[in-house]
C-alpha cells in the first residue's frame, strides 16, 4: 500500500498522559500536514512541513504539542500531559504540489477518559 | 473561521436520486477541492477545480465553481447506498503553504 498510513488508528489514554502518533506519508510527497477533526467538523489545521522544516504552526497547537519530521520522511506528533479537549480526530496528509490534491491517512482517534 | 461553508448540513436521499450540496468561501483562491469522508475515516479527494474552470466532470460528479459569487456546487448524480458520507469542500491558503481550509461538510445519506 502506497497511500499515506497513520499509527494507532485508535489510542484510549488517561488524562495527564503523553501520546505519541505516527504518519508515513507518501515516499514522494515532501508536503506533511497534520489536522484534527472533532465530531461534525471539517479538519482543522495543525502543522505544515515541507521535508524536516516545519514552517508554520496553528495557534491551535498548544506548547503541550509538538511535531517532528526528523528525516524528512516519517512525522511524529506528540502530545503532554493530555486534556479532554484533545480528544479528536488526527489526521496526515501528504501533497506533490503546494495547493495541489492532499491525500489522507486514516487518522488516529484519540480519547482521553 | 473556517474558509468553506457547505449547505446543506444534512441531506437525506434515495437510491437513484442525485445530491447537490454547496459552498460558499470568502478569499480569493486558486483552487477548490472535494473530498469525502466515510464514518470514522480518512478523507478522500473527489475532484479539483482551478479559479479559471467553471465545470468539471468525474464519473458520476459534477462540481462547478463561480468566482464571482465564490461559490461551489458539487453534484453526485444516479446516487448509490455506498456514496453515505460526509462531503467537504477545501480551499488551500494561497500565502500559508497550500494548506487547506475546510468547511464543517454536509453530511449524506443514501438509502437503498
Not at chain 1, 45 to 67: G, V
Not at chain 2, 100 to 105: E, K, N, P, S
Request: hydrophobic share 30%; charged share 25%; net charge positive.
Amino acid at each position: 500500500d502506497t497511500g499515506v498510513s497513520q499509527d494507532p488508528r485508535h489510542k484510549i489514554t488517561k488524562r495527564g498522559q503523553n501520546v505519541t502518533f505516527r504518519c508515513d506519508p507518501i515516499s514522494e510527497h515532501n508536503r506533511l500536514y497534520w489536522y484534527r477533526q472533532t465530531l461534525g467538523q471539517g479538519p482543522e489545521f495543525l502543522t505544515y512541513f515541507q521535508n524536516e522544516a516545519q514552517l508554520e504552526k496553528s495557534r491551535l497547537l498548544s506548547d503541550r504539542f509538538s511535531a517532528e519530521r526528523p528525516k524528512g520522511s516519517f512525522s511524529t506528533l506528540e502530545i503532554q500531559r493530555t486534556e479532554q479537549g484533545d480528544s479528536a480526530m488526527y489526521l496526515c496528509a501528504s501533497s506533490l504540489e503546494v495547493s495541489g490534491e492532499a491525500f489522507f491517512g486514516q487518522g488516529t482517534r484519540l480519547t482521553v477518559v | 473561521s473556517q474558509q468553506g461553508e457547505e449547505d446543506p448540513q444534512a441531506l437525506s436521499i434515495q437510491e437513484g436520486e442525485n445530491a447537490t450540496m454547496n459552498c460558499s468561501y470568502k478569499t480569493s483562491i486558486n483552487n477548490l477541492q472535494w473530498y469525502r469522508q466515510n464514518s470514522g475515516r480518512g478523507l478522500v479527494h473527489l475532484i479539483l477545480i482551478r479559479s479559471n474552470e467553471r465545470e468539471k466532470h468525474s464519473g458520476r460528479l459534477r462540481v462547478t465553481l463561480d468566482t464571482s459569487k465564490k461559490s461551489s456546487s458539487l453534484l453526485i448524480t444516479a446516487s448509490r447506498a455506498a456514496d453515505t458520507a460526509s462531503y467537504f469542500c477545501a480551499t488551500p491558503k494561497t500565502d500559508s503553504w497550500g494548506k487547506l481550509q475546510f468547511g464543517a461538510g454536509t453530511q449524506v445519506v443514501v438509502t437503498p
